[in-house]
């Protein structure tokens, strides 16, 4: 098979996107069944230029993403009719028609087909509309798509009328941890006792929750504080300010540390020393985070909203959403361990982090990507 992988993104990409492309491109390339592949990216996000040199594997570029165009621009039809692939493989929720080959999408952002608010003003209305449109279009006209839990299958087929038997799940794996960690410089830490989470700084994220219960948290843990790594995109600045004003109301904006992005190493080091890990998502198609606190043998705690206990399942204590209460309990919970229970609860988490494999990944993937050929 001759493969053409075309991240038809706005220019930029993801942390995920970045590590499924790193973790995916060698692997693809290395089985036997796939002749050549060709990775064609825009130039903002210029994938060639970070991805190492893999046998089999070629580089070009391509348009940004333009909602309402379907059809290669100039530069990725040329570089299509050189390479004349079997197939288009499209890692994101968008659909290029090339020459009425099959074409496999794969989604990865569920927050415009299940209304989630990620911003806020007229633009971001807008782009959500523009998305959805677009992710409907990409699911109707791929002869596959691949989703990355059962909860996203599950949507798909029972709200959005996807036909199920073009879904098929295949968690991504997860990383090694970091052989290089080291304290952030913003935050060496100490002796203190922290919570961690991460992830951009969105509206679903439910950040308010940690920043609500901080204060009650405070009263039996005094030198208790709350690292959050991640940084916010121009739409998401208002969720992020307002963040800031209710810590300051609350009177815990010395207790916070807003650390932005972190290098890989300085992630691995919070995820090692924090005292509780914390993901107040409202909804997650499947949040690497999620994987990397599991990797890193985190104590966790966790909404119970979709699809983060199909991720942790018994590796986290729960709360529902927008309950800073319960979420109090639970860190009071993991914080009140003994050693031996965080050794236990570390293992469990590790445990299952080896459920998730980027070599089983691959291999389904080759899977869906073989099926779609031999049915032309």
């Known amino acids: 098979m001759r493969i053409a992988i075309i991240n038809l993104t706005g220019g930029g990409i993801s942390g995920g996107h970045r590590k499924y492309l790193q973790n995916m491109l060698p692997r693809l390339a290395a089985c036997t069944e796939i002749e050549n592949i060709l990775c064609a990216s825009p130039a903002g996000m210029s994938a060639g230029d970070w991805l190492p040199a893999i046998p089999k594997v070629s580089y070009s570029l391509c348009e940004p993403f333009r909602p309402f165009r ?14 004349k692939p079997d197939l288009l493989f499209i890692p994101i929720e968008r659909y290029v028609n090339y020459n009425d080959l099959p074409v496999v999408v794969m989604l990865q952002n569920m927050a415009p087909l299940a209304g989630v608010k990620t911003g806020s003003g007229l633009k971001e209305i807008a782009v959500a509309i523009a998305r959805r449109h677009e992710t409907r279009i990409a699911l109707e ?48 830490g100490g002796e203190e006792k922290f919570i961690f989470t991460a992830g951009s700084l969105e509206a679903y994220r439910g950040l308010e929750d940690l920043v609500r219960a901080l204060p009650g948290l405070k009263i039996a843990h005094p030198d208790l504080k709350l690292v959050i790594a991640g940084g916010a995109r121009t739409g998401a600045e208002k969720y992020a300010v307002s963040l800031r004003e209710l810590a ?40 690497f985070v999620a994987l990397e606190a599991l990797t890193h043998g985190c104590n966790i705690v966790s909404t119970r909203s979709a699809c983060l206990p199909e991720i942790f399942k018994e590796a986290a204590l729960y709360y529902e959403a927008g309950d800073e209460s319960g979420l109090s309990l639970a860190v009071s919970a993991v914080l009140a361990r003994t050693g031996e229970e965080r050794l236990a609860a570390a293992s469990a988490a590790a445990a299952r982090a080896g459920a998730f494999s980027w070599d089983a ?8 990507l073989g099926k779609a050929v031999r049915a032309r």
């Open 70 to 83: 379907h059809v290669p621009d100039e530069g990725l039809r040329a570089g299509l009719d050189a390479f």
């Open 141 to 188: 006209r791929a002869a596959a798509a691949i989703v990355p839990t059962g909860y996203v299958k599950d949507f798909l087929a029972g709200k959005a009328g996807v036909p199920a038997e073009k879904l098929t799940v295949i968690h991504y794996g997860r990383n090694s941890v970091s052989g290089s960690a080291r304290p952030p410089a913003a935050f060496s």
């Open 248 to 287: 300051a109301g609350l009177g815990v904006a010395g207790d916070i540390a807003w650390l932005g992005n972190l290098p890989e190493a300085e992630l691995s080091w919070c995820y090692s020393n924090c005292a509780a890990f914390a993901l107040t998502s409202r909804m997650e198609s499947f949040c």
């Open 361 to 368: 990944a691959a291999g389904a993937t080759l899977a869906v």
